[in-house]
């Protein structure tokens, strides 16, 4: 398509999305469950026609030489597909969050004045490798009263318009209409440029990918963002700590997964406990194949470290890497992470009710934590139900972004008959 | 000053104000009411001085010629400076959002989710000529815990500085940084540019003021905007609507006050019941001097009416100026006002429980009404006390925006040394 054309086609996009809106927005609620467990059906139904469209996407990815996370991120097997199809399911399973109205109460001059739950709109999403995400993210939009328009990376361009035959069949089957969930067709790049510009018609976008993607997209775009840069975590282990606790929760921090956004990068701890707590954690880190990267103090306890860099305490690693840093104090924990850290999750380990207190309130990340691990940063993990990501942001949804972060809420005033004298 | 020294100023008040807001952020609340109480104290004590900057921009304005509306909004009265003062005291009185913690619920992993409000951090307020914003968004911010760079306009330079040395004072009587309220002190258009781009010192842009203003800052801004575009409210009278109410609400929504953002702009009727309300209404707008502009079917009931123009349904008047339209119904009316309005408010006059409530949830605005009129949609009249602007926008905020509305929510997580399997 010339890019005259894709304009043409991302608007047509656009004006049928804001119409769909329209009509998602009071859709009963009965009618988008069913729309998300047919979905579920179609594509347990068409699992050979995945795989084969997913077959596609691979062979053309090997041929270009893609490298082999990207790979594994766009492969779909059988359990990728029946989590699919689950995760629909638990969507359905989810309390629709339009319509419900809070704090509606009586002002002096006796209207009554509340606030009722609505949808943001339309939703663009724009997203690399993982096929899946056609499916979480059509499910998450539908089921919050939302149009929203996919546009998943080039490489997995088969695999996310089979899915999307899926998705569109089950809102035909509920009577919705199909326009509320469309994938961009083209793989040009215009057309992201498009999306992310078109104010009359997408509401905000939603970057899901790497840091790169999501700069970009940020700095394009004329659409509000929620956008999830780094994860560069924290835990501190306080000197009034708990030494089990202390272990378990750096231990899990950072090997219960290498590559997750809410993964320890960084390990703080209290100069008075050091001596205590950084032998033991250095074992199970080295024996575990991690590389620790230290700064001096801590060195001088554990010797198989090497020294850490400026640029270490601000990387986020995804992989078996750890940088240690000894502080004098809580103050300087505050202020390590509140410098170096990307506001995602931090924790505290203490047995301390004022620092506890004090490191909740001054540490300023959309998730803070005591005594537990930051692995748990995760919509799942809050009981918000499948997740559209996490937002590093402070505008409008802070920490991991479920339904209710796609929706709105508007002010609702009930009358008598009252007027403003 | 030359671009560079704009850029270079704009810098280091943003970093003073990015440093200022990490001190805001825990600020006791009996810290902030002090310094609100000091602020209205000296507002009050230097009542004259106040009278004389504003006198020096009241002659620098009317020998530049600006027109007389633009005059009354720069013109500060002695009863004018009373409200300033009345209005910090105001703020003072209402609950500190900041720290609030709500939610806190056990997750079946036995770690206990909730959220915590708090500050956004940095917020940059941009106005035209009324120089008690500066007093009013510096103490909103204040108590929200943030640090404010306030740019006001360049015809009340004086008044707003004058302002600002009482809200500095405040600020240096309670202990707390006078950095937390900075006023722009340069009226070159280039800090503009600089304080709505500076994303790594500014969290969220509030701009007040025409809608000129606002395009253009929407525009140029890479910082989230709060932004409040028209005000194209509606009534709908529908044909199963008390007769009394009706009247009562289509007058005061026109006719309380013209030049309001909440002002009703277009009157809707229902075809069954136009022949009995309109001759009433008709006859009160014209006492009063309003100009009625009407579709074909209502100038067939009220003779003395203009046509209205397509133009006309999205034009926000802010005047004696009215157009009227006869609709079939409900579903007709709410598609005018989806179509033609501007999202900010619109009521509905009926006693028909299934249609109040379809008006409720399918009209797609920030404030939506039954049985009362459009001009109660502000922050005072909904309890929400002072309130910095009202949003049409839909992320973070909708409709009026007070204290809550310059705060963010972070999630809190309290374990006992739960860890993820």
Redesign the interface.
């Known amino acids: 398509m010339s890019t005259t054309d894709i304009k043409h086609y991302m608007q047509s996009v656009g004006r049928e999305a804001r119409a769909a809106s ?1 009509l998602m ?2 859709a009963e609620t009965a009618h988008k469950n069913k729309a998300l467990i047919a979905m579920a059906d179609a594509i347990r139904r068409d699992e050979q026609k995945l795989l084969a469209a997913n077959a596609k996407d691979l062979d053309a990815a090997k041929a270009k030489g893609l490298e082999a996370a990207m790979i594994d991120r766009l492969t779909l097997s059988q359990k990728g597909i029946a989590n699919m199809a689950e995760g629909l399911l638990q969507i359905a399973a989810l309390a629709d969050p339009i ?1 419900e109205i809070t704090g509606l ?1 009586y ?1 002096p ?1 006796g ?1 009554q ?1 509340g606030k ?1 739950r ?1 949808p ?2 339309v939703i663009g999403i724009i997203y690399e490798a993982r096929p899946n995400v056609t499916a979480d993210a059509a499910g998450l939009c539908l089921k919050a009263g939302n149009a929203a328009i996919l546009r998943g990376g080039s490489e997995a361009i088969h695999s996310n318009q089979a899915i999307a035959t899926c998705v569109r069949e089950g809102l035909a089957t509920a009577g919705l209409p199909e326009t509320a969930v469309q994938v961009i067709e083209t793989t040009d790049r215009a057309a992201v440029g498009e999306l992310v510009t078109m104010q009359e018609f997408v ?2 976008i939603v970057p899901r990918g790497g840091k790169g993607l999501i700069e970009r997209i940020s ?1 394009e775009a ?1 659409v ?1 963002v929620i956008k999830h840069l780094d994860g560069v975590c924290h835990v501190y282990i306080d000197d009034q700590a ?1 030494f ?2 202390a272990i ?2 750096a ?3 950072k090997t ?1 997964r290498y590559g997750t956004c809410n993964t320890m990068e960084t390990l703080l701890v209290h100069r008075g406990i050091a001596e205590k707590v950084l032998p033991a954690l250095g074992k199970i880190y080295l024996d575990k194949g991690v590389e620790l990267r230290g700064d001096d103090a801590s060195r001088a306890i554990i010797a198989s470290m090497n020294p850490a860099t400026e640029e270490d305490w601000s990387t986020e690693y995804l992989a078996p890497i750890l940088s240690i840093r000894i502080v004098d104090g809580l103050d300087q924990a505050i202020d390590h992470i ?1 410098r170096y850290g990307s506001q995602h999750t931090d ?1 505290i380990v203490t047995e301390n009710y004022t620092r506890a207190r004090r490191f ?3 540490v ?10 930051t ?3 995760d919509g799942f ?3 918000l139900g499948a997740e559209i990501g996490i937002s590093t ?4 949804a ?3 972004v479920g339904l209710e972060g796609l929706t ?13 004298q």
């Open positions: 329209r927005a009071r319509g109460s002002r001059s209207i004045v009722m609505v943001l709109g509401d905000v700095n004329r509000p708990d089990d606790k378990k929760i231990d899990n921090a219960q509140n924790a909740l309130r001054e300023d990340s959309s998730s803070v934590m005591v005594n537990t691990t692995r748990f940063a993990e809050y009981g942001d402070k505008i409008h802070r920490g991991p709105s809420q508007k002010f609702v005033v009930l009358g008598d008959g009252q007027v403003r």
